[in-house]
């Protein structure tokens, strides 16, 4: 049984990291409703955003004829992975990261033995991984996890649309956490380039209801609102992140702060039963002393 030293300071040192994990707890509910509030006003103006883009797109022939529609053969892959800047978030990004080691070593393995997978990392952690193990990390952009601004990332957009354009890349996608719950985040892969079919199978049959006019153009409006489509895609993947980091987070420290009380519980009961031991050893050793002095 450890002596009443050694337990009184391992109760001093749990305490200790209790008080820190309890004060990153209330910090990150803090961020996280400034996260949460982030995300969630962005959301009902990109779905209502996809929605005119369905809407328009459903009285148009074709739009295969755009760019950023185009498939083809996916020879040259980019990936981007979305992770945070610091740890004690739990399984937030050892997810993202075996999420993204699944992708490159199943479906696109042939491309990376080729040397044809490049990634953008985003968050300090998945840079660190995949730096380290000679990944092709063409950028990183960490602090956009610190100070997330759509002005920010709108030219890197551009710049990946314009890549897509000239072929440097077959296909982009994005992979991150998004967010549902302070408990509960979803790993997301989603095609960042070529644009998915913007038209669901059945309003291709069926005439929109919205009624628009149209200037300059329909084909000229899907051209300009497919580019913004995907600003806002990029833009809302990474504030899905940063309220699922902050969610996780304070799951995290919440869940340490509790299993912190149950050792210190622990903690107490093993002094209590060694000072009673050595209490009881003590008396013992004083009534032995008189009987002996008896005798």
């Known amino acids: 049984m450890p002596n009443l030293k050694e337990v009184r300071e391992r109760i001093v040192s749990v305490k200790s990291t ?21 995300i969630l006003k962005l959301r009902p103006y990109a779905a209502m955003f996809k ?5 328009v797109s459903s009285n148009l022939d074709s739009i295969d004829d755009n760019t950023y529609s ?4 996916p020879e040259k892959i980019l990936l981007i992975v979305i992770s945070s800047n610091r740890g004690m978030c739990g399984g937030f990004n050892s997810n993202i990261i075996k999420s993204a080691n699944l992708l490159l070593t199943n479906q696109y393995a042939s491309q990376l033995s ?59 996608e994005i992979i991150y956490n998004q967010f549902k719950n302070a408990v509960n985040q979803i790993l997301v892969n989603e095609q960042f380039l070529p644009v998915v079919s913007l038209v669901p199978e059945n309003a291709i049959k069926k005439k929109s209801k919205t009624d628009y006019i149209y200037e300059p153009g329909k084909q000229e409006i899907i051209k300009e609102l497919i580019p913004k489509s995907l ?13 699922s980091e902050q969610g996780a987070r304070m799951t995290a420290m919440h869940q340490a702060t509790e299993n912190a009380n149950e050792i210190i519980k622990g903690l107490n009961l093993a002094y209590n039963k060694a000072r009673q031991a050595a209490i009881t050893k003590e ?4 009534v032995s002393g008189a009987e002996a002095l008896k005798q």
């Open 18 to 38: 209790q008080q820190i994990t309890s004060a990153m707890k209330m910090v990150s509910a803090s961020k996280l409703r400034r996260a949460q509030n982030a």
């Open 51 to 55: 929605e005119i883009l369905i809407n």
């Open 70 to 73: 185009r498939e083809r053969n």
């Open 114 to 172: 080729k040397g044809n997978v490049s990634l953008i990392t985003i968050g300090r952690k998945v840079t660190d991984y995949y730096k380290k193990r000679n990944y092709q990390v063409i950028e990183s952009y960490n602090d956009w996890i610190d100070a997330p601004s759509f002005d920010k990332l709108a030219p890197v957009a551009e710049k990946l649309m314009k890549e897509f354009s000239k072929g440097t890349y077959d296909r982009i």
């Open 231 to 243: 600003k806002i895609q990029f833009y809302k993947a990474i504030l899905d992140s940063i309220a």
């Open 283 to 286: 008396i013992l050793e004083i």
